[in-house]
Each structure stands twice: as C-alpha cells, then as structure tokens.
C-alpha cells in the first residue's frame, strides 16, 4: 500500500494546478454544505426556542375542555402559548403531578389555576389573565424569578407578581396595591411584590402570577385546578407524550404544542428538506468535478500507467493508486472547507447582528454533523476515482508505451 500511495501522491504534485482546483472545489462544496447546515440548524433551534422555549410543551386539561391559543405577533418570531379559562377543572390532578414527575423525559410540571378578570386602579379598568401557580414548578417553564426586572418573586397570601406593561400602564411599583375584580364579579385587593419581564408585550401587558392557593380561593375551585402545563426534554416527543398520558388517565385531554402548531412543523420540515436538497447537490457537484479532473489524468499519466504495468504492477494496485488520490483529495479538502465552514459562520454571527448588538440567532456548530460532512467528501472522492481507476487498470501497456 505504501507504494501505492507514493505514486499516487507524485501524481497529485506533478500537476499541481489540476490538484488546487480539485481541492478549491471540494473545500467550498463543504463550506457551503457546513455552513447552510449551521445556519439552518440555528434558525431552528431559535425558531423552536423562540415559539416553545418558555412555554409549555403538553398541557393536560379537563376533558371536555380544549386549549385556547394565545398568539403573540410582535416578538421576532410568533409565540403560541395555551391555556384555559376556569370552567369546570381537572379532579384528582395530584395523581397526575405526580405521575409526570416519575417520567424521566418530563423536566418541569407546574399545576395551574387560570381566570380573566379586570385589575383596577383609579380611573383604570383593564383586563388581565389571573395564572395561579406555584412559583418555583412555574419557573421551570417561564423562568419568572430570573425575569423579575424589581422587586421580588414572592406570591405568598395577597402578594402577586405583574408584568411591566400592565405596571407601566397602572403606573405600580413593588409594595402598591391594586383591586383584582374576576370575570365572576369578586373582588380583593392584592399587594404587588414585583414586577417581571416575559420578553413578551402581550404577556406583560395582561398576566398576574398569584399562588394558586389564593387563586382556587378566588375562583373558588376548591380542590380542583385549571391543566398542568408541562415541558419535556425532547420537544419534538411532546405528541408522544400527550397520548402516554391520555392512555394512562381518564376524563383529561393533553394537548401538545406540535398539534397546535402544524403550519411551524410544516415550514421546519420545508426547511430541513431544502437545506438536504442543496447539500445533495453541491456534493454530486464535487464528485463529478473529482471525476472529470481524474479522468483527465488518467490520459495524462498513460504513459506512466503503461510504464508501471510493463514492470510488473498488477491492475488492481494500479486502480488503488487512483482510489488514493481520490481519498486524498476529498478528506484534504473536506479537512480545509469544514475549517472555512466554520470560520463563515462565526463572521455570519459577528457581523449579522440586531439594533441591539445581538446576534439575530445563535449558530451552533455540530460536531457531529462536521464529521460527517467529512465521511461523505472523502467517500465522494473514491466514488468518483472508482471510474478513473477502472479504465486505468484497463489500459494495456505495450499499446500505451508504443503510441507514447
């Protein structure tokens, strides 16, 4: 073998120029297929995080209820948040809490108490969503604690917690109070304890965090709550995970974020399908380009061919010499363009940045998908020397010395 890539390796430095060409493009068919698979992966990365990050993936619900999506337009990507108001609840919910909570692929179970009703101050009446949770289950799929811009997270008794736009329209800060009046007509009045920021104007403008103690006593539920939102570890399991839990309890309904958000499924699926279509393509570019250019060489190199036959050289070493250069030139330029791929991402995210000086979406470089990138170059590569070889070792050496 390692004759074979001596020769082989001459070969590929007696022409250098057909060499850099080959290489140039197979490092940039990579750096394209690195890069658009990056920029890709991100774009839906952020997408996904931006409509489901902070929101539950399943929500279970009373059976004869079904979510009501709240959509949200003015962030860069729309958001989809469920929930539902208080008619009737779910019974026997701690049961359920405490089934999710055994599941390995569930990460945050938050029961929750939800109602409309008007918070009033002054001249003001405006209307606002009452969610009465426990604060630390709610805050591992809203993160509120970590989005309390003054004050604190305390909802304990009459404490709540408010968004900044209903804040800044009712003019509050951390200690005021302001009367709460629900959709059935009663009415407290609550101490605000802080102020929080969802990253959302329709969620600041209209949600009330209360404990859900205070809110079953306010909307009377008794021992009954609104749904349990959940969120998972693998959001794309959120189907699969809503029917486990239909088959394992009655009168409930689990709704997941994919079945309410078919028309975003629908539009990553085009995404990834587009993306996998190019990436096809710039390779059967790269390996009709490896082809040609050996082919090509073989003619050039008959001479030699026929040369190392006439001493001895076997056909099948011979069709190795062209299998080596092919190997060699798609892993060397795969190496080379999957370094390119990564420096163009990196600039991409240092110089595509918004008003704010943050970059429009996160590019995560895979190692993974890098790696192969790298197998399916170099594999390119022999594919496209397997002709070449073939019609190498098919020359015969007395015609190939004698019409040299």
């Not at 209903?166 to 009663?186: R, V, W, Y």
């Not at 279509?277 to 040609?292: E, N, R």
């Not at 979406?361 to 192969?372: C, E, G, K, M, S």
């Amino acid at each position: 073998m390692w004759f074979e890539f001596k020769v082989a390796w001459r070969f590929l430095k007696s022409n250098k120029t057909q060499t850099l060409l080959i290489l140039l493009g197979i490092i940039v068919g990579v750096t394209v297929q690195i890069f658009l698979g990056s920029l890709i992966s991100g774009l839906q990365t952020d997408l996904i995080n931006q409509t489901v990050g902070s929101s539950p993936h399943v929500t279970v619900l009373p059976e004869n209820q079904a979510p009501r999506p709240l959509v949200i337009n003015e962030d860069k990507y729309s958001r989809i948040i469920t929930f539902t108001g208080n008619e009737g609840g779910i019974n026997r919910w701690q049961e359920i809490e405490n089934y999710l909570n055994d599941q390995s692929e569930v990460t945050a179970v938050s029961p929750t108490i939800n109602g409309s009703g008007f918070a009033v101050r002054g001249q003001k009446n405006l209307p606002i969503v009452i969610r009465g949770v426990d604060i630390n289950k709610a805050d591992g799929i809203y993160e509120i604690t970590n989005n309390i811009i003054t004050g604190q997270s305390s909802i304990g008794g009459n404490n709540i917690i408010i968004g900044s736009e209903l804040a800044k329209e009712l003019e509050l800060q951390p200690n005021d109070t302001i009367k709460i009046t629900t959709s059935g007509g009663i009415s407290d009045r609550f101490i605000v304890s802080g102020i929080f920021d969802l990253g959302s104007k329709q969620l600041n403008n209209s949600w009330i965090f209360m404990s859900i103690r205070r809110a079953s006593t306010l909307f009377n539920f008794s021992d009954q709550i609104s749904n349990i939102e959940i969120q998972i570890e693998d959001v794309f399991a959120s189907d699969q995970i809503a029917d486990q839990i239909m088959a394992r309890f009655n009168q409930i309904n689990a709704e997941s974020w994919q079945r309410n958000n078919q028309q975003l499924l629908t539009a990553l699926q085009s995404q990834s399908s587009s993306s996998l279509i190019i990436q096809i393509f710039v390779i059967i570019a790269v390996t009709l380009g490896i082809a040609s250019v050996l082919a090509v060489s073989v003619v050039q190199k008959s001479r030699q061919i026929g040369i190392l036959k006439a001493m001895g050289t076997k056909r099948k070493r011979v069709g190795i010499i062209f299998l080596i250069q092919g190997a060699i030139l798609g892993l060397t330029g795969s190496l080379l363009g999957a370094l390119s791929g990564i420096g163009l991402s990196q600039l991409f995210v240092t110089f595509t940045r918004d008003q704010t000086g943050d970059p429009l979406f996160p590019i995560t470089v895979d190692p993974t998908f890098i790696i192969i990138s790298i197998v399916i170059a170099t594999s390119a590569g022999m594919i496209a020397a397997s002709i070449p070889a073939r019609n190498s070792a098919k020359l015969n050496p007395i015609e190939v010395i004698h019409n040299a």
